[in-house]
C-alpha cells in the first residue's frame, strides 16, 4: 500500500472505528476501579492492568486525545502483546495521531489474531475499499456484523458498498448467504435518514433480481418501517420483489380479497378491524376466487377493513361488487380513515367518488352499515377519473 492511500485509510477507518466504539461497552467493573483510583494499579494482575490501559486508551480515543490514547495503547501492548485489541488499538492511536505508516504496521500485526476486533477489520474494510477489492471488503464488514450484532457505525461503514452498482453486487453475493445481521438489515431504525432508507431498498430489490428472494415474512418488517415512514415506493419496490403472489396495482392490493386471512402481518393489502358487532368471514367462490361476508349488528356503521394506499392528488371512484347502500369509504392521511361524510355516489353502484390530497401516509377505509342481514363483498376496484 503506498502512503498517499494509506492517509486516506487512516482518516476513514479512525472515523468510522470512533463511531462504533462510541456505542459500545467500553469497560468492565475491574478496569473502572483501576481507571477511578489509579494507585490500584500495583496490586492488579497483568492482564487485568492491560484490559485497564486499553479500556484508558478507547476512552482516548473517543475522548480524540491522541498522546494518551498512544501511552496507553503502548501499556496495553506491553502487558498483552498476544491480545488482539492491544496492537489494534495501538494502530487506531497512530492514526488518530496521523501516523499512517505506523498504523499500519500495528494492523498488519493485529490482523495475525483472527477476524473478531473490530478496529482491524474496519482497518482493513477501508484498504480494500480503496484498492477496488470489494469481495473483500464485504468480508471485512461481514465478519464485523457477524461478531458485533448491532454494530452502531453500520451505516456509515456500509454506505460506500450500497452507493455504487459494484459495491452492491458485492454485497449481494453475501446476502444470498442469509448471514444473521440480515435480520437486523431489515429492520430499519426509525431514526434512519431517508437516503439510507432509499439505498436499502435498491440493495433488497437487486437481491431478488439476483435471483435470491426472502419471501413475505422476511421483508415485512423492512416494508412496514417504510410504509410507517411515508416511504410508499421504497416499500411497493421491495414487497414486490420479494413476496411472489401479492401484485400491487392502481395503488390498491388484493381487490379481490384472494390473500385475505393468508398472511395477517403483510403490510399489503386489507386489515380487519376487530368489533363485537361485526362479523366478517372469507368464503370460497369456487375456482380459486374468493370473497368476504359481512354483519353489522350494532346501531351505528363499523370501520371493517383498511388497507394503505399510494394515490396521486386527484379525483377516484370506487367500486365494489356488494349490494348498494351497505358500504362507504373514507380516507385518512397520517391517521386511521374517520367516518364517512358528505358521501358522493355508491359503492355498490356507479362508484363512490374519493378526492385525494397530497398525502405520504395514506390509508383506505371500508365501512359497514348496519343490518340484521349478512352481504357479501367482492371485486373491489379503484379508478383515477380525474
Same mark, same amino acid.
Given at each position: 500500500? =503506498? $502512503? %498517499? ?60 486525545? @491522541? ?7 503502548? !501499556? ?43 478496529? =482491524? ?24 456484523? $457477524?461478531? &458485533? ?29 442469509? /448471514?444473521? +445481521? ?38 415485512? @418488517? ?6 410507517? &415512514? ?5 416499500? !411497493?419496490?421491495? +414487497? ?40 366478517? $368471514? ?41 349490494? /348498494? %347502500? ?21 359503492? %355498490? ?17 371500508? +365501512?359497514?352499515? /348496519?343490518? /340484521? ?14
Amino acid at each position: 500500500m =503506498t $502512503r %498517499g492511500p494509506a492517509v486516506f485509510v487512516g482518516r476513514s477507518a479512525i472515523t468510522l472505528f470512533l463511531l462504533g466504539l462510541a456505542g459500545l461497552a467500553m469497560a468492565t467493573g475491574l478496569d473502572r476501579m483501576s481507571l477511578q483510583a489509579p494507585a490500584l494499579a500495583r496490586f492488579t494482575p497483568p492482564a487485568f492492568r492491560a484490559e485497564a490501559s486499553r479500556s484508558a486508551a478507547r476512552l482516548a480515543l473517543v475522548r480524540q486525545q @491522541p498522546e494518551a490514547a498512544l501511552a496507553e495503547a503502548r !501499556e496495553a501492548v506491553s502487558a498483552d502483546p498476544l491480545h488482539p485489541a492491544s496492537t489494534a488499538l495501538l494502530g487506531a492511536a497512530y492514526l488518530l495521531d496521523g501516523g499512517a505508516p505506523k498504523a499500519e504496521a500495528a494492523f498488519r500485526v493485529a490482523a495475525r489474531f483472527g477476524w473478531r476486533e473490530a478496529a =482491524t477489520q474496519l482497518y482493513w474494510y477501508e484498504a480494500a475499499l480503496q484498492s477496488g477489492d470489494l469481495p473483500r471488503a464485504v468480508d471485512r464488514a461481514d465478519a464485523i456484523l $457477524r461478531t &458485533r450484532p448491532g454494530f452502531p457505525a453500520t451505516v456509515a461503514m456500509l454506505e460506500p458498498l450500497e452507493r455504487t452498482p459494484a459495491g452492491r453486487a458485492a454485497l449481494i453475493v453475501r446476502m444470498a448467504d442469509r /448471514p444473521d +445481521w440480515l435480520r437486523d438489515y431489515l429492520r430499519p431504525d426509525p431514526a434512519l435518514d431517508d437516503e439510507v432508507l432509499e439505498r436499502r431498498s435498491v440493495v433488497l430489490t437487486e437481491l431478488a433480481t439476483a435471483g435470491t428472494s426472502l419471501g413475505c415474512e422476511a421483508v415485512s @418488517p423492512f416494508v412496514t418501517g417504510a410504509l410507517e &415512514r411515508g416511504a410508499r415506493r421504497q416499500a !411497493e419496490a421491495v +414487497w414486490t420483489a420479494h413476496c411472489s403472489g401479492s401484485p400491487l396495482s392502481g395503488g390498491l392490493a388484493d381487490g379481490g380479497f384472494e390473500q385475505f386471512g393468508n398472511d395477517a402481518g403483510a403490510p399489503f393489502g386489507w386489515r380487519a378491524q376487530p368489533s363485537g358487532d361485526v362479523t366478517l $368471514r372469507t368464503f370460497d367462490k369456487g375456482g380459486g376466487n374468493h370473497a368476504l361476508q359481512l354483519r353489522n349488528r350494532s346501531s351505528v356503521s363499523r370501520l371493517v377493513l383498511r388497507q394503505s394506499v399510494a394515490l396521486e392528488p386527484g379525483t377516484y371512484r370506487l367500486k365494489g361488487e356488494v349490494r /348498494p %347502500g351497505r358500504v362507504a369509504a373514507s380516507l385518512g392521511c397520517e391517521q386511521a380513515p374517520g367516518m364517512p361524510a358528505g358521501v358522493v355516489g355508491d359503492i %355498490g353502484g356507479e362508484g363512490q367518488v374519493l378526492t385525494v390530497a397530497a398525502c405520504s401516509r395514506l390509508e383506505l377505509g371500508l +365501512w359497514l352499515r /348496519p343490518a /340484521p342481514d349478512e352481504i357479501e363483498l367482492d371485486t373491489v376496484a379503484l379508478e383515477k377519473v380525474g
